[in-house]
């Protein structure tokens, strides 16, 4: 039994990914938001599909991908957004606006309860006043603003997304659009010719012009509010458009755009409850893309699979899993558990590399382009070279490593991912793929490094410290693993550090500007050269080694999140207040664990002086039973 | 006492004692942006011997701690000084000697750029030709004897000269100017609006009618002081022209005669003058679709050298400069409305030596930690064996 038992493992976990990943089977009369939630639309300068954009939309605005309703309902990202396109009022009834913000609740005499989600209604009557004074906050730079304002900023830049999503292919409120667009169309040529006697000075039907008159200023509103551009250009390398603008032009062309056409469709079958007019609506849909937008299509499509897969929580399930086994293998049962965690750890990189390739592969672009990509490309690398020293040395001490990193930066990750996209478009500065390549993930391999090696030096001082498991073999192989990460991070921190300094000298001039992020690479090569330094000169020694791989991670956490927190210079991507008190937390706990590892060594469990001799008779003693056995 | 010293500078302990102190340096030096600008605390923490507290005069000041020139110089010297003392010519040490030789070339390399690079920009609006690149920070008193149309006489006077002397007596000028009132930082307010008590500090030219209020010095990244002093023209042949206001918030410069001859003077941002032209055709600054993410920014300009016999137009984009006569111009920023380009202008003759250094300490590093993993693996399979 316990020789299969990693095998069993195995399976069980690759089962589970295979059920969360298998489509689920579509009921014959249930709206296909599978196919619809593929429709490629152009929002924040990508091309994505609407899933996509329902997704995010409802991250910004909910703070998570799915929506529970007050009876207990789940509605998907997909549900919501649709409902929010083509059935406003019944939308605007979900509770989907998070306030958490005492004040804020307080400007509109609510008091603050278990509450934290509201409905569009319920802000409806105060919608002028909420505009006034996230205005008001909007004037600060985002590192001067309170809390509260803050919460009231983001609940205007979250009304005002909801709103113009509600605008973005019909406008709300509107009943039977397809007939709507009939008519108008029809009117066009009339109303042309209307126009064209009116400019001529002859006699001219009045009413023909007034009533495209009227209906352009419905679409003129439409197309300044639209948030999505919904329809693909007509020429090859031409520009997408909103519905409204494309409504616009359509006097021009004389005729309707027919992707217009058939969102109106889609809408008015939609909001008759005729769902298998719905999908015969949305497969002609799928049908045009597919023959007009070819390339487009198929991202979108690859793009609502990955959305659909979620490799990363996957993978993260997993690394905990490992990273679980790993540790009860200094326990009990330690090469079947310790293989068993080595093959659930091979799965979790295979999952968390095939997330990595596909974002690559749907923003064509090197693996870190912004602070999230960052965060995934850390645990990525780090992973591969923990994994890399478990094939080395068996003991499980990788294997706890790439767990615990592994599930540690997808967290932070997760939790980066609030803002909406994480596939945005790049700053013209940065829209260069040689340095992304080169400087960015040589540098983000130097962090990954950092962190292992301040991570086996965790286990060092954990495990001598608190339990008597830390022989002088593990804590040799311990030592000698840590010195060869910190070799791997001083040159990949060097050579990144030097490349970012090259890259700045060919697009500004200067090799060196003593930005805050330049300082934080520095700031890391500095502490690699000092220990290794202080290993050849023979000032410290093993613990000496470990304590001061420990500080590593606080280095390292400082220029990766801690300089972007002060708000200047170049690199201030992304102020994250929420992050600053974890940055705090991080850098105190390890402080305490380097003090604590500052201990006299009589004080470690693992060399105390009887330690060692009460572990040897026990030893002893069961030898002989095993070999009875 | 020789052998000592030798044995300070050539100590490992040295290095350590001088990287931790860089790392301290760096992180202060770091926070200290929050608060005082990059500008200025690099000033303060990197490009000085010593960090001086306090910063701002009191009558005394007192160093607290050894600044980025100190630091990096006893570096250097304690790199070469061990280098030397201990280098032996064996296949073992080549990586350690490669990595140290990259780093002496690129310390090097940062303190001569430090001295000698000059960094200025150029300002363009379309179809404007400009032969001259404008400093970032630095002032000049530009007077000009603008007398024959067909030639301008510039005597150009640097900020440091106005901060720091009274009175200025040049050969070229037939008067001497009185500094009376010198403002690092001000703000110019119409007198009408200045309130009761506000009095001008000139009497003559458009500075009558102004008050000048002096400011601390600007601390953000896109913030820069906006100078003025009061001076008073003083012919050599006895008596007093008045006092003018000449600040780098006022437009145009002022006229005046004196010796038969007329001048001009204006507080200017200090020029740089090239031997050439640059003319901007076209900027353009494109934005992806339904954003205001910016993708790309170029200015399309028109070289002219007629030493060089150069008449050429040239793109220059991010990431993509100009190289030109030991000049290199970077596509830096634009006004507000794109209504002009702004290209940094950088004079860096050590710029080659960082690419030299990298590649030299990366080769240094990846021989020496491939030595060890050789010796490690080796090891090991002999122990596995």
Redesign the interface.
């Known amino acids: 039994m316990k020789r299969f038992l990693p095998g069993i493992i195995l399976l069980f976990a690759v089962s589970w990914i295979a059920a969360n990943w298998l489509p689920h089977k579509l009921a014959k009369d249930d709206v296909d938001l599978t196919k619809f939630g593929k429709i490629p639309v152009?929002?924040?300068?990508?091309m994505k599909p609407l899933d996509t954009v329902a997704r995010n939309s409802l991250l910004i605005v909910h703070g998570k991908q799915e929506l529970r309703l007050e009876g207990g309902e789940r509605l998907t990202a997909m549900q919501w957004l649709t409902d929010v396109l083509f059935s406003a009022s019944a939308a605007d009834q979900y509770p989907v606006f998070l306030v958490q913000n005492a004040e804020v609740l307080g400007l509109f005499g609510w008091e603050q309860s278990d509450r934290k989600y509201f409905s569009f209604m319920e802000f409806s009557p105060f919608l002028k006043q909420i505009d006034e004074q996230g205005a008001q906050s909007e004037k600060l730079e985002s590192v001067q603003r309170s809390a509260y304002q803050n919460a009231i900023l983001n609940l205007r830049n979250s009304l005002s997304l909801y709103q113009r999503l509600k605008n973005s292919v019909q406008p709300e409120g509107a009943e039977n659009f397809a007939a709507e667009l009939q008519a108008f169309e029809s009117s066009i040529p009339a109303a042309g010719r209307a126009a064209s006697r009116r400019a001529a000075g002859e006699d001219f039907d009045k009413s023909k012009l007034d009533d495209v008159v009227a209906l352009m200023q419905r679409y003129e509103r439409l197309s300044e509010m639209a948030y999505l551009?919904a329809v693909p250009p007509v020429e090859p390398n031409g520009?997408?458009h909103?519905v409204g603008d494309s409504l616009l032009r359509s006097i021009g062309m004389g005729e309707i755009h027919p992707v217009v056409k058939q969102y109106a469709l889609i809408g008015d079958a939609y909001r008759a409850g005729d769902y298998s007019m719905f999908n015969q609506q949305v497969n002609l849909m799928t049908a045009w893309f597919a023959k007009e937008q070819p390339n487009a299509a198929k991202r979108t499509a690859f793009e609502f699979l990955f959305n659909r897969l979620q490799p990363f929580s996957q993978s993260m399930a997993l690394y905990v899993l490992a990273f679980l086994l790993a540790c009860f293998s200094w326990l009990v049962w330690s090469r079947t558990l310790n293989r068993s965690a080595f093959y659930l750890l091979l799965l979790a990189l295979a999952i968390h590399t095939f997330g990595l390739f596909s974002r690559m592969y749907l923003q064509e672009r090197p693996p870190v382009t912004n602070l999230y990509s960052s965060a995934i490309f850390i645990g990525w690398g780090a992973v591969i070279v923990a994994l890399i020293l478990e094939r080395?040395f068996r003991d499980g001490i990788g294997a706890v490593c790439a767990g615990a990193i592994g599930f540690i930066t997808l967290i932070i990750a997760h939790h980066l991912a609030g803002s909406g996209d994480t596939l945005?478009?790049?700053?013209?500065?940065l829209?260069?793929n040689i340095?992304l390549a080169t400087h960015v993930v040589a540098i983000t391999t130097g962090y990954s490094a950092m962190f292992l090696a301040g991570m086996l030096a965790l286990i060092y001082v954990i495990r001598g410290v608190f339990t008597r498991s830390l022989t002088k073999g593990t804590a040799d192989s311990l030592a000698?693993m840590t010195y060869?990460v910190v070799?791997?991070a001083?040159?990949f921190s060097?050579?990144g550090t030097?490349?970012g300094?090259?890259?700045a000298?060919?697009?500004?001039?200067?090799?060196?500007?003593?930005?805050?992020k330049e300082?934080?690479a520095?700031?890391i090569v500095?502490?690699c050269?000092?220990i290794l330094?202080?290993r050849?000169?023979g000032?410290i020694r093993q613990r000496g080694l470990m304590i001061m791989a420990i500080f590593g991670n606080v280095v390292t956490s400082?220029s990766w999140f801690g300089?972007n927190m002060?708000?200047?210079?170049l690199h201030s991507y992304g102020f994250m207040q929420k992050a600053f008190p974890w940055l705090v937390g991080f850098i105190i706990s390890q402080l305490a664990l380097m003090a604590i590892a500052g201990m006299p060594l009589e004080r470690w469990r693992s060399f105390r002086a009887g330690s060692v001799s009460s572990r040897q008779p026990r030893k002893q003693k069961l030898e002989p039973t095993v070999a009875g056995a | 006492m020789w052998q000592r010293l030798v044995d300070l500078f050539t100590s490992l302990k040295l290095t350590i004692i001088c990287l931790a102190a860089a790392m301290v340096l760096i992180f202060a030096g770091t926070l200290a942006q929050v608060h005082l600008g990059i500008h200025e605390a690099q000033q303060r923490y990197f490009q000085s011997l010593f960090v001086w507290w306090p910063a701002e005069s009191r009558g005394f000041k007192i160093p607290v701690f050894p600044g980025g020139h100190l630091i990096g110089a006893v570096l250097l010297v304690n790199l070469i000084a061990a280098h030397l003392k201990r280098f032996r010519l064996v296949w073992r040490k080549l990586g350690i000697h490669l990595t140290h030789a990259g780093l002496i070339i690129m310390l090097a390399g940062g303190l001569f750029t430090d001295l000698f690079a000059v960094e200025s920009h150029m300002q363009l609006t379309g179809g404007e030709t400009k032969n001259y690149s404008e400093d970032g920070r630095g002032m000049e008193l530009a007077v000009i004897d603008v007398t024959d149309s067909d030639l301008d006489q510039v005597t150009a006077i640097p900020e440091t000269v106005l901060r720091r002397h009274r009175t200025i007596d040049y050969w070229s000028l037939p008067f001497r100017i009185v500094v009376r009132n010198f403002y690092q930082n001000s703000r110019l307010k119409m007198l009408s609006e200045a309130g009761d008590g506000a009095r001008p500090v000139a009497n003559q030219g458009p500075g009558a009618m102004i008050a000048v209020q002096p400011a601390p010095r600007a601390t953000g990244v896109d913030e820069r002081d906006v100078t003025s002093a009061a001076i008073e023209i003083v012919p050599k042949d006895g008596g007093s022209l008045g006092t003018w206001l000449v600040s780098d918030a006022l437009g145009a410069p002022q006229t005046f005669s004196c010796s038969g001859r007329t001048w001009m003077i204006a507080l200017r941002p200090a020029r740089y003058y090239k031997p050439y032209s640059v003319t901007l055709q076209k900027f353009t600054h494109e934005k992806y679709a339904a954003t205001d993410i910016p993708k790309d920014f170029s200015s399309r300009v028109t070289l002219i050298d007629p030493e060089r016999a150069v008449n050429r137009d040239v793109l220059i984009y991010m990431n993509h400069p100009l190289r030109y006569r030991g000049e290199t111009y970077y596509q830096a920023g634009f006004q507000k409305d794109d209504s002009a380009t702004i290209l940094q202008v950088v004079h860096n003759p050590s710029f080659i030596a960082p690419y030299v250094a990298c590649v030299i300490v990366a080769a240094g590093l990846l021989v020496q930690f491939g030595y060890h993993l050789v010796g490690f693996s080796k090891k090991r399979r002999a122990a596995l064996a």
Do not use: K, Y
């Open positions: 152009l929002v924040g300068g990508r551009l520009q997408w909103s080395i945005e478009m790049l700053q013209a500065v829209d260069t340095w000698r060869g070799c791997f001083t040159f060097f050579v030097v490349l300094g090259i890259w000298d060919q697009s500004w001039g200067r090799f060196w500007g003593w930005d805050p300082n934080g520095v700031l500095l502490w050269a000092i330094h202080a050849w000169g000032f400082f300089v002060l708000g200047v210079g």
